[in-house]
C-alpha cells in the first residue's frame, strides 16, 4: 500500500464493499422495478427482465441482514464518519475543508436512515401489488423515498470521498492488503476473547453510549429499532 494512504481497518473494508455492493444492486434494480411496473415519472425504453421484483427482493434481504453489522460498525468504530454535534453548523462555512468533511458526515449518516426506510417498507409491500397496478400504497411512496435518499447520499458519499481523501483514500478502501493485528486468522480468538469478557465490555459500551454525541445516540437508536422493525412487524402486518 502506498505509504500516503491512510489505513483502513480490514473489517471495515469488508462490511463497506459488501454494503456498497448491495446497495448499488439495490438501487439499479429498484429502478427497473419501477421501471417494469411504474413509470408514472418517466422511463428508459429497456427489454424487460421477467424476475425483476424476485432479484430486487432477494438484494434487499441480503442488504437487511448486513445493515446491523454494518450500522453497528458505522455507530462505534466509525462515530468520526457521521453526524457530529457541530457539523450542521460547520456547514455553513462553504468552500471550507470542514465543509466537505460534513457534508459527507451528512450524506453517510442519511443514507444509513435511508436504509432503513428501504429496508422497511420493502418488507411491509406485497409483491403483488405492483403487477396489478396498485401505485398508491403508503409503503410504495415510503420505497420510492427512500431509494431517492439513498441515490443522493451515495452520490455525496462518493464525490466527498474524492474530494477529502482523493484517490488515496479510494484506493485504501480497495486494496486487499492488511496489518498482521488485523488479519482475519486472529478473529476467532479475538472474538472469543470478547465473549469471555462480555460484562466489561457492555458496561464499557454503555458508557460510550452515554457519554457520546446526543444526536448520534438518538440517530442510532432509530436506526436500530428499525432494522428491528423490518424483522419483526411483516410478522403481525401484511402491508396496507
Partial sequence: MNRSAP??????????????ILVIAAIISGFLVYNTFDKRFGKIPIPKIDPIQDIHGTVGLFFLLLLPAFALYSFHAGEKRLLQPDSLQKLSQVGKPIWWVSLQRLANTLMLIAAVLAVISGRMMKEEWLPIGELDHVWYYFHLTAWVIMICCLAV??????????????????????????????????????????????????????????????????????VIAAFVLPLFFSGE
Avoid: C, T
Avoid at 481497518?9 to 454494503?19: A, E, K
Avoid at 486472529?186 to 453510549?209: A, C, E, T, Y
Fill in 157 to 226: 458519499h462518493i464525490l466527498m470521498s474524492a474530494k477529502v481523501g482523493g484517490a488515496p483514500l479510494l484506493l485504501s478502501m480497495l486494496s486487499w492488503k492488511f496489518r498482521h493485528e488485523d488479519s482475519p486468522i486472529n478473529w476467532f480468538s479475538r472474538l472469543r476473547g470478547w465473549f469471555s469478557n462480555f460484562p466489561n465490555h457492555l458496561q464499557v459500551g454503555i458508557n460510550q453510549f452515554v457519554q457520546g454525541s446526543l444526536i448520534l445516540k438518538i440517530i442510532e437508536v432509530v436506526v436500530l429499532g428499525g
Fill in 7 to 20: 489505513y483502513q481497518p480490514l473489517l471495515l473494508r469488508i462490511l463497506h464493499g459488501v454494503s456498497g
